[in-house]
């Protein structure tokens, strides 16, 4: 990608509207544009960072052997009636077709999920069995804020586990737990905790939600010393004191991220979905589901990580790998040079994009912040009198403390090309 014909409009000066620190860079960087109040299209960056962690969650859901389905975001009313829900869910949206038929816009989809199921589940022996979606939702919410932690419309993974047992259900509670935490560390998000929580709507017995420590977050979330950690609802607010240990909490600001619920039969139950068990008789799956806010994630990575230049991705979500900077010299020797070197690596395969512009190198470095490929590869009239190319990182959780800062172009080029290529781990 040549940075000139990006499809995206980075902003100069403050971003209007921004209430937090990671939206402002998400406008400024454009990476998301405010379609209506609480809808974004995300740009060819914010897509591109969308997409790169949409592909960790599907390594992980796969991991735990999850089956990627994809469920419509308009379902009939019915399936909501016959839940209980249609009536409940205050943020459901319904509109009539013009037939008469009553949709709704699913806020999420055990409903539609159940009703799936009910096609495929005969007997135990197909047990147990997780099904997942990446996929959108919209929630009709009063109010929305900061960018993409609260919108209307987003892009949610959601999954849902069926099970014979209680036991089988904790047990993958547990792994898809585990998975959650392996998705949140490789997303770069360093300060994520699981807190227990309330089941609210959904029904159930045990929730955790995943909570980014961050001060722009809009829910409270209390932590002790001994491990106990939980949301506000679990908690005596007058006293703010442990239920476990008696200890005082510590009261911190939290962005949901991720939730997890054992649901139980609450649905199977009001919807019918049976299977026969080994004796013969009719029985209803145990469920357990699995949320994870997706375009949330990359707004949280913005809260956390970054600075007052920009984003910082991780080599995992950054949305190009390697930015090429050409700097124009007298004698017309640097960008042919930038050029080459982009070329080479588009070639074999590196997410790369290329600043030959006829632009202030001030520019192109304010540009670059935003856009934060991990490595930056400069190539300038000083840089090419060492026979070398200067290489910057910008990159989260990776110590860059004894990396390369200049790579020389020796006879083949393709030195060069190597050494990043190894830089990238391939
Ligand atoms: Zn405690």
């Known amino acids: ?148 932690i609260r919108t209307r419309e987003f892009i949610m993974k959601d999954a849902y586990s069926f099970h014979e047992t209680y036991e089988d259900l904790e047990q993958y509670y547990n792994r898809c737990l585990d998975a959650y935490t392996r998705i949140f560390k490789r997303c770069g998000l360093k300060n994520v905790v699981d807190v227990l929580s309330s089941t609210g709507d959904m029904g159930g017995s045990v929730a955790h939600e995943f909570q980014l420590i961050n001060d722009m977050g809009e829910d409270t979330i209390y932590l002790c010393d001994c491990g106990y950690r939980t949301n506000k609802e679990l908690v005596d607010e007058d006293t703010e004191l442990c239920p476990k240990c008696g200890a005082k909490l510590n009261k911190v600001r939290g962005i949901e991220i991720g939730n997890i619920f054992q649901l139980g039969t609450k649905y199977s139950d009001s919807m019918n979905l049976t299977y026969a068990a080994p004796d013969g008789e009719a029985k209803h799956p145990i469920m357990g589901c699995y949320g994870i806010g997706v375009g949330r994630t990359m707004a949280a990575i913005m809260e956390e990580s970054a600075d007052d230049k920009g984003p910082v991705w991780n080599m995992a979500t950054a949305p190009f790998a390697v930015h090429v900077i050409g700097l124009a010299d007298k004698e017309g020797k640097t960008l042919p040079m930038a050029e080459k070197i982009y070329n080479d690596l588009k070639s074999a395969g590196v997410e790369v994009i290329l600043d030959n512009r006829d632009a202030r190198a001030g520019e192109k470095f304010a540009d670059a912040d935003l856009i934060a490929a991990p490595i930056r590869l400069i190539v300038s009239a000083k840089n090419l009198a060492n026979n070398a190319i200067e290489v910057k990182y910008r990159v989260n959780d990776v110590d860059t403390t004894d990396m390369e800062t200049s790579f020389g172009l020796g006879t083949y080029m393709s030195e060069t090309v190597d050494a990043i290529l190894k830089l990238l781990g391939k």
Not at 32 to 39: E, L, N, S
């Open 1 to 148: 990608m040549r940075i000139e014909n990006l499809c995206v409009r980075r902003l100069i000066g403050d971003a209007a509207g921004a209430t937090t620190h990671g939206h402002k860079i998400a406008l400024k960087g454009g990476y998301i544009y405010q379609t209506f109040q609480g809808g974004y299209t995300l740009t060819p960056l914010g897509w591109r960072v969308v997409r790169n962690i949409e592909n960790i969650i599907r390594q992980e859901m796969d991991a735990i052997d999850g089956q990627e389905i994809l469920m419509p975001v308009v379902s009939g009313a019915d399936v909501w009636r016959e839940s209980g829900r249609y009536d409940t869910v205050d943020v459901l949206a319904k509109f009539k077709g013009r037939s008469g038929t009553d949709y709704v816009l699913n806020p999420t989809h055990e409903e539609v999920v159940v009703d799936f199921v009910k096609s495929v589940l005969e007997t135990y022996r197909q047990m147990p069995f997780m099904v997942y979606q990446i996929q959108t939702k919209f929630r009709d919410e009063l109010r929305a804020r900061a960018g993409l």
